[in-house]
C-alpha cells in the first residue's frame, strides 16, 4: 500500500506510480499476446500452460496438471488454419494406470476423421465419437476447461459486442476421458470485457483482456499475471 506523507500527495510522485502502473499493464498485456499463457485452476489444484509462436495462427500446444480426486495430464497440440479455426487437435490424457489418445483432423471438404486409444481401466464414457460423419465441416471445437479454446472461437465467428448473440455448431473434447460430442452453442459477447457461452449445460460468464483471452470464469480458473 502506498502512503503519502504531509497533507496531500506529491504530484511527481503520483504521477510516477501512475506511469509505472500503465508500463505494468503494457508488458502483461504485451505478454498476453506475443507469449505463453498460464491459467490457474480456481475450484481445484491446477493449471494449464499454452505455448503459442507470435500472433498468427499455427500450431499451438498445451499442458495440463489437475488434482482432485483423479487427478490426470494432459498434453495437447492444436493446428489452426488462416481463421483461427481448430482444424487438427492430438490430444493425450494420463492418470494412474490408464492413458488416452485422441486424434481430430478436417479434410479441406470439411469432413471430419477422429481417432482414439485406451489403455488401463478408466472409469468413464470412451474416447471419440462412433460416427465421426456427425461432425459439421463448419463446426467450433472446444477442449473441455482451456480457454485458447474460446478465444479461438470468437475470433473464428469474428464475434464482437456489436455481434449480439450467435449460435453456432460445436465440437466438444470432453476432459479427462476425451469424449467427443457434437452439438450446438450460443456465444454473446457484452462489452468489450465479457463473453457469455451457453448451450452444455447452464450459462458461464467469462471475463476478456483486449485481445480477447479469457481471464476469469468465476469457481473455475483465472488467467496468472
Known amino acids: 500500500m502506498v502512503q503519502w506523507s504531509g497533507d496531500a500527495p506529491n ?6 506510480m501512475t506511469t509505472g502502473m500503465a508500463a505494468t499493464q503494457r508488458r502483461v498485456a504485451e505478454a498476453r499476446t506475443h507469449g505463453p499463457l498460464v491459467w490457474q485452476r480456481t475450484g481445484t489444484v491446477g493449471t494449464e500452460l499454452v505455448l503459442r509462436d507470435g500472433t498468427a ?3 499451438v500446444t498445451g499442458s495440463v496438471v489437475v ?6 495430464s494432459a498434453r495437447w497440440h492444436a493446428d489452426l488454419d488462416g481463421a483461427w479455426r481448430v482444424r487438427a487437435l492430438t490430444i493425450t490424457t494420463e492418470g494412474s494406470g490408464w492413458r488416452r489418445n485422441l486424434a481430430l483432423s478436417r479434410a479441406a471438404d470439411g469432413s471430419w ?3 482414439a486409444e485406451e489403455s488401463g481401466p478408466a472409469d468413464g464414457p470412451p474416447a471419440g465419437i462412433d460416427d465421426p460423419a456427425r461432425l459439421g465441416g463448419g463446426a467450433v471445437l472446444l477442449l473441455a476447461d482451456s480457454p485458447i479454446f474460446l478465444t479461438w472461437a470468437m475470433r473464428t465467428l469474428r464475434l464482437s459486442a456489436a455481434s449480439g448473440l450467435l449460435k453456432a455448431p460445436v465440437i466438444r473434447v470432453r476432459m479427462p476421458w476425451l469424449t467427443v460430442v457434437a452439438g ?3 456465444f454473446h459477447r457484452f462489452g468489450e470485457h465479457k463473453l457469455r457461452v451457453s448451450g452444455d449445460g447452464p450459462a458461464v460468464t467469462y471475463d476478456l483482456d ?3 483471452i479469457v481471464t476469469y470464469q468465476p469457481g473455475r480458473l483465472r488467467i496468472a499475471p
Open 210 to 212: 483486449s485481445e480477447g
Open 113 to 115: 476423421a477422429c481417432g
Open 57 to 59: 495462427p499455427g500450431v
Open 11 to 16: 504530484p511527481e510522485a503520483a504521477e510516477q
Open 67 to 72: 488434482g482432485g480426486p483423479r487427478p490426470y
Open 184 to 186: 450446438e452453442s450460443s
